[in-house]
């Protein structure tokens, strides 16, 4: 199905400089990516909270900041209660129309040593496969970025093992492996020359924007998986392995990676089973 479209698949690390490079001239553009900019009425926060940028340096919170998340006992399509997790100074909202989750949230990001984001969750135990479509209706950052992610606690440090899209089309499998350590990935960009429309020449590299992801859990490893355009999901990458006590908590979530300005992300289709092998 591929062949013809010369499918690259990229680690991020081969792209750094270059990433670093682009994505600091596309982000100042955007409202919020720093104080100065900021939409009027949006909560000022602290400097280090704002992404990279031309006009700023992104670095991690200081070690001794926390934001005790608030926990909302509202039940949401298979889930049970909804947080917005690390406290975001923008309080977040979902909805459920069909099979679709519409998720809006701020907050800083969901990485270094604590995660801001709007959560939807439920307990379980044992392994198990979660799966949705995803999708930025109104765009947006482009590093911002829906998860599917099983964590420890609701605390905003906590232990953790996720997959994530990116509004860029970056897709990463993360861990926190002990609650308030920073988190690890494996980072994957897609691209095509000549097998996907938007190119100004058939040797132009085109971003692919994956169609569906999931997580699985199968005793204390965890996997990335996707669908490019449609296919049946495949795992790709290697599996990270963290243990995780009983029980622990599962759902979606969305984090705008502005800390003062909420945007939206659409998360439908989804699988959630109790039990590995489920993804689909």
Partial sequence: ????????????????????????????EVPGTSAANSPPGAPIAPDWAYPQS???????????????????????????????????????????????????????????TRDEFRYLYKKMAGDLSLAADIAYPNGGFGDHKAVLIVRQSLDDDAKEALVAMHGDGMIHLAQRSERGRRLSDMEYRIGSRGGLPGGASPDSLVTLHAQRIGIEKRGNQFTL?????????????????????????????????????????????????NRAGGIR
């Fill in 1 to 28: 199905m591929f062949t013809s479209s010369r499918l690259r698949w990229l680690a991020a690390a081969t792209l750094a400089t270059t990433a670093v490079a682009l994505g600091a001239q596309t982000f100042s």
């Fill in 54 to 112: 031309t006009q700023h340096d992104q670095v991690g919170p200081p070690p001794d900041f926390h934001r005790a998340s608030r926990v909302y006992p509202t039940p949401i399509g298979v889930f049970d209660a909804q947080a917005d997790i690390g406290g975001a100074l923008v309080p977040g909202s979902a909805s459920l129309d069909g099979d679709t989750y519409t998720i809006r949230s701020a907050g800083y990001n969901v990485w270094y």
């Fill in 225 to 273: 998986w996707m669908s490019e355009q449609g296919e049946p999901m495949h795992q790709f990458g290697a599996p990270i392995t963290l243990a995780l006590a009983e029980p622990f908590y599962v759902g979606i979530g969305f984090t705008s990676h502005l800390p003062g300005v909420a945007e939206t992300a659409r998360l439908s289709r989804l699988v959630l089973a």
